[in-house]
């Protein structure tokens, strides 16, 4: 922190010590999300070059910042984590969760009478009216008109009608269209 030469004063600090011993990530949470985050709760955290390390909170700051109104919590990392000081980092923190009956968003249609997941039943699509929940990574939540394990068509719902013909894939389908698309590609 000074050059060689230079004069110092008493209580100017000369260098710095760094170690792997006691890091903690820091990140900064809104007041209503963190009014649900807890010590414990989950954290990922990633770095830009992809490195990935899950930990849990450590500790909450008891303040909002005054500029901001933003709240601070802390993950301890252990000295195995590769993260540096002073290194920037993704923290991605489980608020809450819970079980839910999901499709894949592909398989819910917008129709006059509102969401429609189409359930195959013996060879036709059926058009079932569902009340839909959170949206998160390509899945939908059914709140209410879908039983848990009923069968029901992703591939091309958008084009379908209520009583519409339709044969269903099998796995050995599935794996020989893979085979076909792969061969396609290296030939």
Same mark, same amino acid.
């Given at each position: 922190?000074?050059? #060689? ?5 008493? $209580? ?47 500790? @909450? ?11 601070? /919590? ?23 969760? *819970?079980?839910?009956? /999901?499709?894949?968003? @592909? ?17 036709? /699509?059926?058009? %079932?009216?569902? *009340?839909?929940?959170? #949206? ?5 939540? @059914? ?6 394990? %009923? ?6 719902? $958008? ?6 013909? @339709?044969? /269903?894939? %099998?796995?050995?389908?599935?794996? *020989?269209?893979? *085979? ?8």
């Amino acid at each position: 922190l000074v050059s #060689e030469g230079e004069y110092v004063s008493v $209580g100017k600090a000369l260098f710095r010590l760094v170690g792997q011993q006691g890091l903690r990530a820091r990140f900064a949470l809104s007041e209503r999300e963190g009014s649900v985050l807890r010590v414990g709760s989950p954290v990922t955290l990633t770095t830009e070059t992809g490195d990935r390390f899950t930990a849990a909170v450590s500790e @909450i700051r008891p303040a909002l910042d005054s500029q901001n109104r933003m709240l601070e /919590a802390l993950v301890a990392l252990p000295p195995q984590a590769k993260f540096r000081v002073g290194q920037s980092v993704e923290a991605s923190v489980v608020l809450s969760s *819970k079980q839910a009956l /999901a499709v894949p968003s @592909i398989a819910v249609v917008a129709r006059q009478q509102g969401s429609v997941v189409f359930v195959a039943d013996k060879g036709q /699509a059926r058009a %079932t009216v569902v *009340k839909t929940g959170v #949206e998160d990574q390509g899945w939908v939540e @059914i709140v209410d008109g879908l039983a848990a394990g %009923t069968p029901v068509v992703s591939d091309g719902a $958008g084009f379908l009608s209520d009583g519409a013909k @339709i044969k /269903a894939k %099998t796995e050995k389908q599935d794996s *020989k269209a893979s *085979k076909n698309s792969l061969e396609g590609r290296q030939s």
